[in-house]
């Protein structure tokens, strides 16, 4: 299956913590490939950003998906 | 500034493609940390997933947010 | 009231499991109407998306609201 | 693959529009199964959420992947 | 119509900027009411999150609709 | 820290609530600024949207991230 999603990265689950409906999965992430955002142009220019401009990535728990072979 | 967001990935813009409104930053990840997920229980037990268990991790890029110091 | 969120299905609840603050809800879909999706273009090259071509819609579960008349 | 995304349907590609970077792909659903929703509990007393009521599924573009095989 | 979506505020538009397929929407917010966010517990535990204190508020466009009457 | 993330509004939290995983925080929000939007232009139009409109700003809870300084 290929998916629109356009980031993935493997790695091993190192802790899972269940509530009654909810649950939080931490992945040790063991290689990395480049992540893609999309963003507005205006927070380009807000910040700044340029090719080659060292940066944080950062991305909300709840939009992280786990998938398995 | 601490914030709630989880997920951290310090990194390098590799490319910037902008539309009239969206945009696009492609980030070559180097110092990955662990990643945080949170997805339903159901999600857990119908993938069966165990701590130390190999698996993929899946982000849509309108998720992906960007920062600089 | 109209609202932008492009998605809009009808349904009966089959099933809504309570946590302390968080719960899921499961609803049968009755009269799904056309489903709008917004990605990258790459993602479409990427998969090679074709009007006319057979696909699977994926939607994380913390993405879904539930409206009432 | 199976994946975290506990929504899942099939369907047929009936438009596809293609900015500079963001794209539009409207899909027209053919098999809905059941969606499941993760919401606030305290969402589900204010609106009153039963077991067995009609309610409407409601989903922004920008939260919607396609996947093919 | 009642939604599950726990925030809602009223404004006025202030800017539309349409690319060809996204579009961005500046409102500017007149009556705010308390803005509900659901996190993970460790993010309240890691930022020391407490009743009566100063925080921000942080939301990526993506994840913003408009509603109309 | 400069972060994309567009919307950013201080505020005072009133609640916090803590389940297992998940939690809630309230926060009454005391200088809004302008909120930015992104949706599909389909939306802009199918809704009339127009600069100067009165509108709903609707956020859901799990996309609404706290940050401190």
């Given amino acids: ?12 689950i190192k802790e899972i913590k269940k509530g009654e409906v909810a649950a939080t999965v931490k992945v040790e992430v063991t290689k990395p490939s480049t992540i893609t955002s ?10 700044g950003l340029k ?11 709840t939009e992280v998906m786990i998938a398995v072979d």
Avoid at 1 to 12: D, F, L, P, Y
């Fill in 1 to 12: 299956m290929k998916i629109s999603a356009r980031n993935s990265m493997e790695g091993v």
């Fill in 38 to 47: 999309m963003i507005t142009r205006e927070a380009i220019e807000a910040l």
């Fill in 51 to 61: 090719e080659g401009q060292k940066v944080k990535v950062l991305i909300k728990s």
